[in-house]
């Protein structure tokens, strides 16, 4: 089992930067791939970014390549995501997520919200314009 707290979410405006973490209990976090997914109202759920549990390989959406950078601590069980250069439509739900990191199965796997087993409660991020 693994239990995901999220913060860091708050009001900006449009060019400015947070900092979400990601923090997990549970003996498994070090081997797990963690993500970062988000949900505005009316949409679905879609992928950010994530991060493979050596802290080596990272994947993003093209929306955020370049702006949002990914890491984790596997020391503090915790995993962050950067944001640069805030833009309205990056307003969202912000979710963390953890799936077991045993086997490669390919980048598309990690970005699909059904391949995740834990999930975190979510915390709101707004850019006003």
């Known amino acids: 089992q693994v239990q995901l707290v999220e913060s860091g979410g708050g009001l900006v405006q449009a060019g400015d930067s947070l900092r979400l973490s990601c923090a997990a209990s549970g003996r498994t976090f070090s081997r797990n791939a963690m993500g970062w997914f988000r949900q505005a109202p009316g949409k679905e759920r879609e992928f950010v970014s994530v991060?493979?549990?050596?802290?080596?390989?990272?994947y993003y959406a093209e929306s955020v390549k370049g702006r949002f950078t990914i890491s984790r601590d596997n020391h503090k069980d915790t995993v962050y995501l950067q944001m640069n250069s805030l833009k309205p439509e990056d307003t969202a739900v912000y979710y963390c997520?953890?799936?077991?990191?045993?086997?490669?199965?390919?980048?598309?796997?990690?970005?699909?919200?059904?391949?995740?087993?834990?999930w975190g409660q979510g915390t709101q991020v707004t850019v006003s314009s």
């Open positions: 991060i493979r549990w050596t802290g080596s390989i990272t």
């Open positions: 997520a953890a799936l077991p990191d045993t086997l490669w199965r390919g980048s598309d796997y990690y970005t699909r919200t059904e391949s995740y087993d834990y």
